[in-house]
């Protein structure tokens, strides 16, 4: 199976005045194609900056990270943000959505970005919003939606440009728990449609039944790695609703 994420005995050291501080201290970590990985652990324990490291937001302080076959633990900020916005979709706790903007035009942004024509756009950025739900949003602003549509515009706009690896960095914290539940749902129909790897990070252990592998971190190391048992199916990504056309039912489900 193709590799997507190889890291080697990572740390991550933060210097905060005198205090030296060992955010990560020897983790080694293999991820494959096609997976739906949960990275759990208490406040503090490490999750966000093994996120910003594997989504090429910052580096290791030393280790080796292989991305797709390139080594990117030593890349200097230009080269880290050229490989971001070609492989890596990000989600966030607070969404991070341009308030601005419609949802329509948060999502196309990063396709504007890459140079992507009108028309190819346009088609691109429809057919997201339509898979998370959202076709009758499209002209909302962020302050026009609840909270779990609002990031389910930022798992479109992760995914619009279609990429091999996305990140989200405690997606549900800022959501009830029905509503995070149906979040993890989508993005896990999200990760299968699309065939990429998918990691989500979380201290909340009710969502970690979704995921393909469980990783636990503690005090900056790998606590436990539980791989999903060889050969078994991935459970079927079946959304809270799908009977009215779309993903989710001709108008969007939302629990808030
Ligand atoms: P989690 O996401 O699991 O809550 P973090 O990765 O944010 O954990 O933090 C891990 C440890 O590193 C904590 O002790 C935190 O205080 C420390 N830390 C994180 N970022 C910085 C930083 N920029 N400067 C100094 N210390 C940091
Ligand atoms: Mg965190």
Redesign the pocket.
Known sequence: MEKVIDIKHIKKE?Q?GTQQ?F?LKDVSLEIMKNEYVALM?P???????LMNILGCLDTPSEGQYTLNGTQVAKMHDDELAFIRNKEIGFVFQTFNLLPRLSSFENVALPLVYAGVGEKERKERTEEVMLMVGLQDRMNNKPNQLSGGQRQRVAIARALARKPKLVIADEPTANLDSQTGAAIIALMRWMQQNFKISFIFSSHDNGLIKAADDLIVLRDGVIQSIRRKPDGEAPPPAALPDDSGGSAWGSTPQDTD
């Open positions: 933060y905060l501080i955010a652990g406040s503090g324990s490490g999750k966000s900056t």
